[in-house]
């Protein structure tokens, strides 16, 4: 019996250790698990600050080259419209050409073809005409030289046109001179 009590002591003894070397490995695995999680929540901050710092770099760089379309865009029309600005009065002249009398009918086609070759080829450059006559006047696009009084006209309504204006979209290259109502 003494035998069979020492083989059970021996053999508690055995699965104490072993359940000791058990909960070792097992505190050695949380410890572990612990590590690889921490460095897994550390490497999934850093793939969130480089994502969003990648998001803000492309934002940026976005931005960048819309500003830059924008800022072509505008040096394009400026430099149009300079260009065009100093061109103006050649058209004013063609247009004063085409309205005087001649007996060489040949020579007025060929001023109005030079004048109507002139005018398309503002209107394919985005360039357009400010609109005058019978319109409200708006200062913002019309230049009054003078006013009159008219009953049947309303007020502020443009009467004539001494000089056509022109604009590209928004921007004024030359404003209208107009004669007002008042």
Partial sequence: MAEKEN????????????NKETKQE??????????TKNELKQKQQELEDITDRYKRVLAEF??????????RENLYNMILSDVVEAILPILDNLENAVKVETKDEEYKKG???????????????????IKAV???????????????QD???????????YRKGYKIGTKVIRHSMVVVAN
């Fill in 151 to 161: 009953d049947t006209k309303k007020e502020k309504e443009i009467v004539q046109e």
């Fill in 62 to 71: 976005e931005n960048h080259k819309k500003r830059s379309q924008r800022e």
């Fill in 26 to 35: 097992n505190n050695k695995n949380e410890k572990e698990n612990s590590q």
């Fill in 134 to 148: 019978g319109e409200i006047f708006d200062p913002e696009l019309h230049e009054a030289v003078s006013s009159v």
């Fill in 111 to 129: 001023i109005e073809l030079v004048l109507k070759q002139f005018q398309d080829t503002l209107k394919a450059k985005g360039i357009e005409e």
């Fill in 7 to 18: 083989n059970l002591n021996e053999k508690d003894l055995n699965e104490k250790e072993e």
